[in-house]
């Protein structure tokens, strides 16, 4: 069981930027392809972005490619969501989530097994 804690939420104007960090608990999360989501109320749980257990493959979702950047460190358990140029429809809970899956860059909800408890990410216009 891998636990993640995320953080670097918060209140940020339209045009503006944050980072968002997702830690983990285990060593072994070199082995788990990692991603992020988020979720707007009343919304579905959303994909936004995932990155491959080495780091070497990404993908994003649609509306926030050019905009959002997702990064690994192994070395400190850690994964990155860099956002700029937000949008008030950025506005969200972001949740980080760990992922068993090596042949491709999950991208799922189901893909994941592993949640972090989220992070309140405001976008003001």
């Known amino acids: 069981q891998v636990q993640l804690v995320e953080s670097g939420g918060g209140l940020v104007q339209a045009g503006g930027s944050l980072r968002l960090s997702c830690a983990a608990s285990r060593r072994t999360f070199s082995s788990y392809a990692m991603g992020w989501f988020r979720q707007a109320p009343g919304k579905e749980r959303e994909f936004v972005a995932a990155i491959s257990w080495s780091g070497g493959s990404t993908y994003y979702e649609d509306s926030v490619k050019g905009r959002f950047t997702i990064s690994r460190d192994n070395a400190k358990i850690t994964v990155y969501l860099q956002m700029n140029s937000l949008k008030p429809e950025d506005t969200a809970i972001y949740y980080c989530?760990?992922?068993?899956?090596?042949?491709?860059?999950?991208?799922?909800?189901?893909?994941?097994?592993?949640w972090g408890q989220g992070t309140q990410v405001t976008v003001s216009s």
């Open positions: 989530a760990a992922s068993r899956i090596w042949e491709r860059v999950p991208n799922e909800r189901g893909d994941f097994a592993h």
